[in-house]
């Protein structure tokens, strides 16, 4: 079982940065590929990046690649997503996940509850 709480959501100008986290509990987080997804008001929820625990293997959705880095810190059972240029566009509710399996295309076995990334121009 892991359990995933996400943090550091909030307001920012168009062009800045943020960092959201996700703090995983349970024994075997490190051995599961985290991922973010995002969810904005009357859209589905679509995938944002990926780490694959075992060649430490990144993916990203084409719309954030080159602005956002997901990196993880299995000692602190933690994974980051560090957001640059940001744009109104990005403005979602972030949520964490996590999969047993090491497909970033899922199907995804946890959940975070999300956290909200608000980007105003």
């Known amino acids: 079982q892991v359990q995933l709480v996400e943090s550091g959501g909030g307001l920012v100008q168009a062009g800045g940065s943020l960092r959201v986290s996700c703090a995983g509990s349970?024994?075997?987080?490190?051995?599961?590929?985290m991922a973010w997804f995002r969810q904005a008001p009357g859209k589905e929820r679509e995938f944002v990046a990926a780490f694959d625990w075992r060649g430490g293997n990144t993916y990203y959705a084409d719309s954030v690649k080159g602005r956002f880095t997901i990196s993880r810190d299995n000692a602190k059972n933690t994974v980051y997503l560090q957001m640059n240029s940001l744009k109104p566009e990005d403005t979602a509710v972030y949520y964490c996940?996590?999969?047993?399996?090491?497909?970033?295309?899922?199907?995804?076995?946890?959940w975070g509850q999300g956290t909200q990334v608000t980007v105003s121009s």
């Open positions: 996940a996590a999969e047993s399996r090491g497909s970033f295309r899922g199907p995804y076995d946890y």
């Open positions: 349970g024994r075997t987080f490190s051995r599961h590929l």
